[in-house]
Nanobody, 115 residues
């Protein structure tokens, strides 16, 4: 049974930093592209960053230069380093595969950027 667990969300001031963590279990994702998504209140879920099995990374324009995505393939773990956070980054953050997400989603982790 596939399980996805995200953690690390918090309330942070604008300009601050945060690192999110994600663990996948119950499936082998060594050959998959892993990704972070987010869903802000009242908006659709969007892809934020992804990293291929060959460690090729792509980012949404809105986070480029501020966020970094990292994976540890052997442990099916994923991280999102977020710097220079803005109020617009406020959202629930999820991890999954890309471009086609798994049918299972984790509970997400809430990031709130506010003074």
């Amino acid at each position: 049974q596939v399980q996805i667990v995200e953690s690390g969300g918090a309330l942070v001031q604008p300009g601050g930093s945060l690192t999110l963590s994600c663990t996948f279990s119950g499936t082998d994702l060594r050959r998959s592209t892993l990704a972070w998504y987010r869903q802000a209140p009242g908006k659709e879920r969007e892809l934020v960053a992804r990293v291929s099995r060959d460690f090729f990374k792509t980012y949404a324009d809105s986070v480029k230069g501020r966020f970094g995505v990292f994976r540890e393939t052997a442990k099916d773990m994923l991280w999102l380093q977020m710097d220079s956070l803005k109020p617009d980054d406020t959202a629930v953050y999820y991890c999954n595969t890309a471009p086609q997400p798994l049918d299972v989603w984790g509970q997400g982790t809430m990031v709130t950027v506010s003074s």
